[in-house]
């Protein structure tokens, strides 16, 4: 499979997550059929380059709810953090989301 069409299976993943929820990347891995790859959704979201796009990468967080900090995001996990409080997704003062309360459960991806 080429990598285009990888991404674009993570990306249709990302996409359907709603506003004020999120999605571990082990998860988004499993829906999109790459059970096992989540670094590989880390390194397609990292790879999101098109400033325009609709797709809500910061809807994705660590197995523990937390935003995966790294000094090659340039500032975007701050970004990150600031879109989802915007959405309403609360952090507590550790960094983490209650996946409990702001996990996205989906019955089954369109």
Sequence with gaps: MAPSEYY????????????????????VARLAGYPGH??????ALFRLAD???TVPWQRVVNAKGQISYSPRRYGSDELQRVLLEAEGVIFDTQGAIDLQRFGWQPDKIS
């Design 51 to 53: 400033p325009a796009s």
């Design 38 to 43: 989540a670094r590989q959704v880390g390194y």
């Design 8 to 27: 674009q299976h993570i990306f249709e993943v990302v996409s359907q997550i709603p506003t004020g929820k999120v999605a571990t990347y082990g998860q």
